[in-house]
């Protein structure tokens, strides 16, 4: 059972552009490669867990409040947020707020050996990070730069470093890094 953070990046380094869009990264379409590697993660992971941010671009993105049966998980998902936010009908939500640390315990109580995929955003993912409940960083780098956004992992981590473990090529356009917390 591992805690992963995998998720697509610009190659600077910011999971959304200013406004919040990921218009850069769908500018791609379907890449040979990227839908088999999603789904053979996705097939080991128990729970997600995700800010209010990155919720509420699902709200809006897939119209899940009109359209609840689109929502992507069929797993149960952590929200962290400290507002009342609306849930999409049917799904497996839980709104959590604060301390990391007892959410974590939670989750992995609830996955039975699976992994847990933390989609973002990059603060909480550190939040995890910080008390060492992150084992794995899964990036999909796209070959675009956006100069500012929401950040990818705002923390310092250099000693020890992170350690590369696999890269893959997807197409001419991704690169996928896999980084062990060491
Ligand atoms: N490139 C990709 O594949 C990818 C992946 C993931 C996300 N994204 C995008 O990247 C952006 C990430 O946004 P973001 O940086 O703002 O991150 P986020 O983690 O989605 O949202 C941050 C918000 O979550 C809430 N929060 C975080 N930690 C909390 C805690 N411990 N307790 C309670 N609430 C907590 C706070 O909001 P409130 O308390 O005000 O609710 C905080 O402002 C989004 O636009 C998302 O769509 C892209």
Redesign the pocket.
């Known amino acids: 059972m591992k805690t992963h953070y995998y998720?697509?990046?610009?190659l600077d380094g910011?999971?959304?552009d200013q406004d919040?869009?990921?218009d850069w990264?769908f500018q791609f379409g379907e890449i040979e490669g990227v839908q088999d590697n999603y789904r053979q993660f996705i097939d080991q992971v128990g729970a997600v867990a995700?800010?209010?941010?990155?919720?509420?671009?699902?709200l809006e993105?897939e119209t899940l409040l009109e359209d609840p049966e689109k929502w992507p998980y069929d797993i149960p998902a952590w929200?962290?947020?400290?507002?009342d936010?609306p849930v999409v009908d049917g799904a497996d939500i839980r709104f959590?707020?604060?301390?990391?640390a007892p959410?974590h315990a939670e989750m992995v109580d609830a996955v039975d050996g699976e992994n847990i995929w933390l989609?973002?955003?990059?603060?909480?993912?550190g939040?995890f990070h910080d008390h060492g409940l992150l084992d794995e960083i899964i990036l999909?780098v796209?070959p675009v730069t956006l100069g500012s956004?929401?950040?990818l992992l705002p923390r310092r981590i250099t000693s020890p470093s992170l350690k590369l473990v696999d890269v893959q090529k997807h197409g001419d356009v991704f690169v996928q890094l896999t980084y062990e917390i060491q």
């Open positions: 998720t697509a990046t610009s910011y999971l959304a919040q869009s990921l990264l995700m800010g209010s941010t990155t919720y509420e671009w699902l993105h929200i962290f947020s400290t507002r936010l959590v707020q604060g301390d990391v959410v989609v973002g955003g990059g603060d909480l993912v939040q999909s796209a956004g929401a950040p």
